[in-house]
């Protein structure tokens, strides 16, 4: 059994897509958690109308409604009101094939070591254009997961199933951060992850400005420095160097030095 958990943040004109995706799974044993994060559109009445999709399925769903303190809010609140051990994330704007559920299920019932199964999934940039994520090539298994987290962060939110128990040892998603909380949860479990990565594409990474994950690119940066530097004294000082190189010099953070 899985529990799925969807955060929402004024999704209306996104999160049918998203929904209609989780219904049409072939594999049925999850529930359902929409935790919003102080929606001021329609998204609370999309999700009542859909909750009784879900029930007519025999399928539990929950809707949250919290004040609006962030992502990591509404996944924490989501979080506690899980009732089983295997947590799928998937954010309000993003897609699922209808045999994700299945694959995953396959892979932890044939690998009970593995506490995280990860899948590769597309990119659809703002103009359309698909962009294939494999995130395997970032990852080495007999490795240090730590360090290569640090280096590349390959779990992508909607793409990982992980282990409740995982997330509740390495103190939940840390709410001060209003985005990058992902990458800061990462690498606080570090090397206690056993990652599976399935090398199937099963999901949809769909860019969109102002959604849950790019909301604010300058306090997105501010966010990740800040994380890097907090484990610095973790990872290699060529390794930290490496990171903060990258980091100044993508793309969107000269675009800001230069409005």
Known sequence: MFSIICPTYNSEKFIKNTIDSIIDQRFSKYEIIFSDDGSSDNTINILNNYSKIFRNKNINCIILQNDHYGPGHARNRALEKANFDWISFIDSDDLWTHDKLQKVNDVILSNKSFN?????????SNSGKLKNHDFDKYFKPNLPVHNQIFKTNFLAMSAVTIKKQLIANAGYFNESYQNAQDFDLWLRIGDNFKIYILKEYLGTNIARTGNITSRNYFKRIFNIIKIIKYNKEKVPLS?????????????????????
């Open 116 to 124: 995280c199964i990860l899948h590769r999934q597309f990119y659809k």
């Open 239 to 259: 390794l930290f160097c490496y990171r903060i190189i990258r980091v100044i010099l993508t793309f969107e953070w000269f675009k800001f030095l230069t409005r």
